[in-house]
């Protein structure tokens, strides 16, 4: 009996882990929404919001990073925090070679964003740096969960790397938050429950109790 529910148990994981492989896609794989419907994709928007930043008089990893992390894009709680070299989220291998590093990410770990902003000696090589980072990028370093595309951005010594989804918006599904003729997801009837609180009859209740107890 316990060998067949190892199997069982074991087959689950299998199927588990079939199913994410599907739901997060090649990794070799990433498309444009630039291309396909000319809107600006996160990452990009991220990338250009960067720029502006690094640009400025005595910005710092930790200015940037937090500056990106007040963007109204932003649809998570975002986390910020200095880094060290070695080991990065969503990278297969140790990441050095840098003076400074700010990570900018959600703190909810299975959402598929992950951003740092690098300061560079003055005289390193930033195509070789930003070579290192894309060779060793994962877009799927969460189980479940895939970025889909990953973006490098430079302004003086400052490098940007991002991996993200193309949008954050999330399609509304058909029929999402309708209430017609007392119809709620489906569901055929009069509102019952906290939706169908009337505070007045509720208080006429109370008086009509009052009044019977003092009788």
Do not use: H
């Amino acid at each position: 009996m316990k060998k067949v529910i190892a199997i069982v148990l074991a087959l689950v994981v299998v199927i588990g882990l079939v199913a994410c492989a599907t739901v997060g896609g090649n990794n070799d794989e990433t498309t444009t929404l630039e291309e396909t419907t000319g809107a600006a994709t996160v990452a990009n928007t991220f990338a250009e919001a960067f720029k502006a930043e690094a640009a400025k008089e005595g910005a710092t990893t930790n200015t940037i990073a937090t500056a990106l992390s007040t963007n109204e894009l932003v649809a998570f709680m975002p986390m910020v925090q200095d880094m060290e070299a070695g080991y990065l989220a969503g990278f297969s291998a140790d990441i050095t070679g840098f003076k400074a590093c700010t990570a900018f990410v959600p703190m909810i770990g299975t959402i598929p964003f992950v951003s740092y902003v690098f300061e560079l000696e003055a005289d390193a090589d930033k195509d070789a740096f930003i070579t290192t980072l894309k060779d060793n990028a994962d877009l799927r370093w969460n189980i479940c969960t895939a970025a889909e595309e990953m973006v490098a951005e430079t302004e003086g010594n400052f490098v940007f790397f991002v991996m993200a989804p193309l949008s954050f918006e999330q399609p509304e599904a058909e029929g999402e938050g309708e209430v017609e003729g007392g119809d709620i997801g489906g569901m055929e009837g009069e509102l019952d429950g906290p939706a169908a609180f009337d505070p007045e009859a509720e208080t006429a209740e109370e008086t009509t109790v009052e009044e019977t107890t003092a009788a």
